[in-house]
């Protein structure tokens, strides 16, 4: 059976979702999109199917909040699966305020949907002039950022230079890690955000050999040392606001990884912390194993696979990747450090 | 399954082919006509009384048919369609309710005091012989309803429990059970004793009506979609399973007792279950194409339907519980006859 990829479009109330959604919808490029928004607004429909729906966040009987899921995602994907013919994708709008946590899960934790669709890339779309005012006032704009496969920094024409400089500088605080792609009028080519393949285990390395090492990580480092020490914080208001503080943690190791030591470790820092970890992805040079071991997560819920063969002459580093909240450098490096094979 | 001769001992069975999924099926109160309402729009009205090939109808939803059931005041069927139409077929298609924007994904019938419930959203619209009512708004969208077996009570499915409503005196307050999660299936049972749940937690819920005391079966690899009681409300069964699964709730109930397991092995997982009205007959759909009927009684099983065709989406019996009709995602509906 083959899944349809569906795309999750994140971003804060005016930041261009909409206009992103008329220019898929109308452009010229011969696919079939379902476009799931929040209600009907002005769309160009031609090809594609619109359907509006409530956004319906469903808890599990547990009580966790990882296991949080968009039933009414559940029900449109349940319909749309009856369609004759095969769509060449769904995307998601979320609302402006919306935490894209349940929306992701709910490609993991529903089995009907996991089997019907796959989540291909969380897309944010961001107000360049907005962005920094709204980054401190709730946690959804950074919590936004945070889950992005792909950023579009969009209104680029609204702000100077500096600005924006400022607004990339703290984008890369939050995530590091997604394509950011500065845009006026949402105006993208749309292979840039749809078919990215952003969470297919399988192509990870395929298409982003480097996605740990694009340049960034040594901004980024530099940010992380920044986040963890409240002296650095330059919002004098706060402790609160270092304990929310939203960012990210990269890990490596060059020595051979145990896979039972890394399983147990993973799942463990998942369970516990998994609330506060957005998004999670490695690759790992497992003690014994040919292949590469390539997996992510969306907070609990994990998927790992084995990838392509480590090349000759490739240096086998383990790499690990976590984007998220209050996240504890020093226990995650150690707990990696154990993971190695002795 | 290697046994020679196998699919020549299988019953005789009739088969269209759709080319759409299957979203539901049900026979006319006559039993003569099978309604069957497909993903492309189309609802087929196949005379089973006649096995020359039918013709495919024009589309009578824009969109998809998703959900079709017996009328239960008249002949021939109401469907509901996510263009957010309700239609009742007959020579013409007319058309009860349009809700711009909602699915009509859950329908259900009662034929004794000729009510019709249909979910519209957070919504259900109820047509009975007191005129057009509209229940609600629930909590979250119903998943599905269900009427009490004397048709004087029509239980929702929703976030956070279900709610009863009772639908003589009109003016009854409702009745809210709560369990926390989404409830994805509802069936009373056949003795009115108790409510069960699908739910999205890949377990079964159940409420003893007299006490509102509930208990929960967990466990399921995936959510039960479809729920089914014996007709003698001696044992539940649900979709999700490899085998035959029923709780049994005779005598003092379920609790502490393990549930009966029968059927055969290696069919792949239940999607889809229906029980027969008179006898203590389970009909059972799986992934793989393949339908069993199943005894309760004894707990015997026996292979109707090879694998094949896609996944089972909807079964249904004949009003005289001789036929079943078995619908798959691939489109394929077959008419099998057990009178053998």
């Keep these: 059976m083959s899944q349809v990829p569906v795309t999750v479009l994140t971003g804060y109330l005016g930041a261009g979702k909409t206009t992103l959604l008329n220019r898929i919808l109308t452009e010229n490029h011969g696919r079939k999109y379902a476009v799931v928004i929040n209600e009907f607004g002005e769309l160009g429909i031609d090809n594609d199917i619109v359907v509006g729906t409530d956004e319906e966040i469903f808890e599990m009987n547990n009580g966790c909040i990882c296991c949080t899921v968009r039933g ?9 699966a009856k369609r004759p013919g095969t769509l060449d994708g769904i995307i998601v709008e979320t609302t402006g305020l919306a935490d894209p946590g349940p929306v992701a899960q709910t490609f993991f934790q529903d089995d009907e949907v ?3 669709t796959r989540l291909d890339a969380i897309v944010t779309v961001v107000d360049a002039r907005h962005f920094l005012l709204h980054v401190d006032d709730g946690v959804e704009a950074r919590e936004q950022a945070a889950f992005a496969d792909v950023i579009l920094l969009n209104k680029t024409d609204l702000v100077s230079p500096e600005e924006l400089a400022r607004v990339e500088a703290r984008l890369r605080q939050i995530n590091p890690y997604a394509r950011l792609h500065r845009t006026q009028k949402s105006a993208v080519a749309l292979a840039e955000i749809l078919g990215r393949h952003a969470f297919d285990l399988k192509r990870i390395l395929e298409i982003e050999p480097d996605f740990l090492e694009q340049g960034h990580h040594h ?10 020490d409240p002296t650095h914080d330059h919002h004098h208001d706060s402790h609160h606001h270092h304990l929310e503080n939203i960012g990210s943690i990269s890990l490596t190791s060059d020595k051979p990884i145990d896979e039972q030591k890394f399983q147990r470790w993973i799942s463990t820092i998942l369970r516990e912390f998994g609330t506060d970890i957005f998004r999670s992805k490695g690759i790992l040079d497992i003690s014994g194993a040919s292949k590469k071991y390539v997996f992510q997560g969306v907070h609990m819920m994990m998927d790992g696979d084995w990838g392509n063969l480590w090349k000759d002459g490739e240096s086998r580093m383990s790499k690990l990747v976590f984007i998220g909240r209050k996240l504890d450098a020093e226990q995650l490096r150690r707990g990696f450090a154990a993971c190695a094979t002795r | 399954m290697s046994e020679p001769g196998f699919a020549e001992r299988l019953p005789p069975s009739r088969r269209v082919e759709t080319g759409a999924w299957v979203s539901g099926l049900t026979y006319d109160r006559t039993g003569r006509t099978l ?15 006649n096995d020359s090939p039918p013709s495919p109808p024009e589309p009578a939803h824009r969109g998809v048919s998703l959900s079709i059931i017996a009328n239960p005041s008249g002949d021939s069927f109401i469907s509901g369609g996510d263009d957010g139409r309700l239609l009742r077929h007959g020579d013409a298609a007319r058309e009860l309710e349009s809700f711009k924007g909602r699915w009509f994904e859950r329908l259900a019938g009662h034929t004794k005091t000729a009510t019709l419930a249909a979910v519209a959203g957070k919504e259900i619209v109820v047509y009975g012989a007191s005129g057009r009512r509209v229940l609600g708004p629930h909590p979250s969208t119903v998943a599905d309803i269900d009427f009490s077996p004397d048709g004087s009570r029509l239980v929702a499915a929703h976030y956070g429990g279900v709610t009863i409503h009772v639908l003589k ?24 004793r108790f409510i069960a749940t699908g739910t999205q937690d890949n377990a079964l819920h159940v409420w003893r009506l007299a006490t509102g005391k509930d208990m929960q079966m967990s466990g399921y690899p995936v959510k039960v979609k479809q729920l089914a009681w014996s007709h003698d409300a ?15 709730f005779a005598g003092k109930g379920p609790e502490g007792k393990p549930p009966i397991q029968f059927g055969d092995e290696g069919a792949g997982i239940m999607t889809a279950i229906a029980a027969h009205a008179a006898d203590s007959f389970i009909a059972a759909g799986f992934d793989t194409g393949e339908v069993q009927v199943g005894d309760s009684k004894t707990r015997r099983s026996a292979v109707i339907k090879l694998a094949g065709d896609g996944q089972v989406s909807a079964l249904a019996w004949s009003p005289g519980g001789w036929s079943l009709a078995v619908g798959t995602d691939q489109g394929v509906v077959e008419l099998i006859d057990l009178r053998r």
């Design chain 1, 72 to 80: 009414d995602l559940i029900r449109v994907i349940g319909g749309l």
């Design chain 1, 114 to 116: 996991r089997t019907r």
């Design chain 1, 219 to 228: 901004l980024h480092d530099h940010d992380h040392e920044h986040c963890d």
């Design chain 2, 35 to 49: 309604g069957v309402a497909c993903g492309d729009g189309r609802v087929w009205c196949i005379d089973t009384t």
């Design chain 2, 169 to 192: 005196p009109a003016d009854a307050a409702p009745r809210s059970l709560e369990w926390k999660g989404s409830h994805v299936a509802v069936r009373y049972s056949p003795d009115a």
């Design chain 2, 234 to 248: 001696r044992f539940l069964f649900g979709t999700a399973t490899s085998l035959f699964t029923g709780w049994p």
